[in-house]
């Protein structure tokens, strides 16, 4: 066995938990490992310092009876009905709370925000022109650069560096 396998089983041997065969087996490796035998001689020490701690008083007679007929003579705590106290996590419950038209208005703008996202300064952003990189291969270091790509910072950095165009009104 390795040294590590031995040493998980060294609190069991010190308590006389093991098994005939493991036991056989940490002593066998024992007699031939040092750091072991001097980890075992740790845990003796340690073991003999809870031996001399303070007496356990004796529990008294009918301990046992008496808290169980205590607990079978208390009432159990009732749960009121209703809605729980605690309510599960929702992230969207926020919608629920409005008309059909509002409903509607806040899909329109999420849409209407994603089209316009894309489509800014006339020119789609898209995914050939993020990654290309002036011809680069993304198969190196470059994953880790302050911008990576296909980040959302690279997808700016190229959306930043399209040419502005004269009299488009912006």
Known sequence: MKCRKIISYLNAYVDGELSE???RAVEAH???CGPCRGRLEEIRALAGLFEDTLPVPPVPDGLAARI???ARRTQPVKIPAGPSPFPAWNPLRWIAGLSAPMRLAACATV???I???LSVGGKNVTRQNVFAQQGKDLYGLEWFAAVPPGSIGSIYLAMADQPHKKGSGQ
């Open 111 to 113: 849409i209407l925000a």
């Open 68 to 70: 169980m007929r205590e």
């Open 115 to 117: 089209v316009l996202g």
């Open 21 to 23: 065969r493991r036991r």
């Open 30 to 32: 024992l007699t031939g």
